[in-house]
T-cell receptor
Framework: AQSVTQPDIHITVSEGASLELRCNYSYGATPYLFWYVQSPGQGLQLLLKYFSGDTLVQGIKGFEAEFKRSQSSFNLRKPSVHWSDAAEYFCAVGLEYGNKLVFGAGTILRVKS | DSGVTQTPKHLITATGQRVTLRCSPRSGDLSVYWYQQSLDQGLQFLIQYYNGEERAKGNILERFSAQQFPDLHSELNLSSLELGDSALYFC???????????FGQGTRLTVV
């Protein structure tokens, strides 16, 4: 069955430090891949997506992600974290041409000053 | 603001009752999706409608149903509610299938 694994439940980084959130997926076909962010009491905001083409994708708020087919990974990165980045981050794979999103369990990011 | 509007924002109801959650998609979006977010199950896809027709189905209970109306707004009906149905219910919309979905702020349902 299709699945998304985010191995880190919590991550704490210092403000200004770099960030990498891990995501691995299991899906037989070429995946549609997404990263969403959820701030407390808020909905899900799309950070970036990969459908095809260049495996390094740029998103909003200075985030980027790299699709590595050989590793079935789609890790999210940011070179310098800001306190406002503290939130929960979800990786998702879109099945059936992106219609159905299967989400990972999420990673809670804490930023310390 | 994603442009997807969900009402109400909060709902508290008793077990055995029935509720209706409403979603207005972004202007021009034909697809509407419903998701449930709970502590034990995480974010789960429930159902998708495209231009009024059911397009995809996920882990939606038989007690739950949805529809999309001609003006493209959608409603999720939850009946015979149980304590375990307490969750955050999200609606999302996209222009068509295969494009990114934009999420509303959710309806928090509490069943007591």
């Amino acid at each position: 069955a299709q699945s998304v694994t985010q191995p880190d439940i919590h991550i704490t980084v210092s403000e200004g430090a770099s960030l990498e959130l891990r995501c691995n997926y299991s899906y037989g076909a070429t995946p549609y891949l997404f990263w969403y962010v959820q701030s407390p009491g808020q909905g899900l905001q799309l950070l970036l997506k990969y459908f095809s083409g260049d495996t390094l994708v740029q998103g909003i708020k200075g985030f980027e992600a790299e699709f590595k087919r050989s590793q079935s990974s789609f890790n999210l990165r940011k070179p310098s974290v800001h306190w406002s980045d503290a939130a929960e981050y979800f990786c998702a794979v879109g099945l059936e041409y992106g219609n159905k999103l299967v989400f990972g369990a999420g990673t809670i990011l804490r930023v310390k000053s | 603001d994603s442009g997807v509007t969900q009402t109400p924002k909060h709902l508290i109801t008793a077990t055995g009752q029935r509720v209706t959650l409403r979603c207005s998609p972004r202007s021009g979006d034909l697809s509407v999706y419903w998701y449930q977010q709970s502590l034990d199950q995480g974010l789960q896809f429930l159902i998708q409608y495209y231009n009024g027709e059911e397009r995809a189905k996920g882990n939606i209970l038989e007690r739950f149903s949805a529809q999309q109306f001609p003006d493209l707004h959608s409603e999720l009906n939850l009946s015979s509610l149980e304590l375990g149905d307490s969750a955050l219910y999200f609606c999302a919309s996209s222009v068509e299938t295969g494009t990114e979905a934009f999420f509303g702020q959710g309806t928090r349902l509490t069943v007591v």
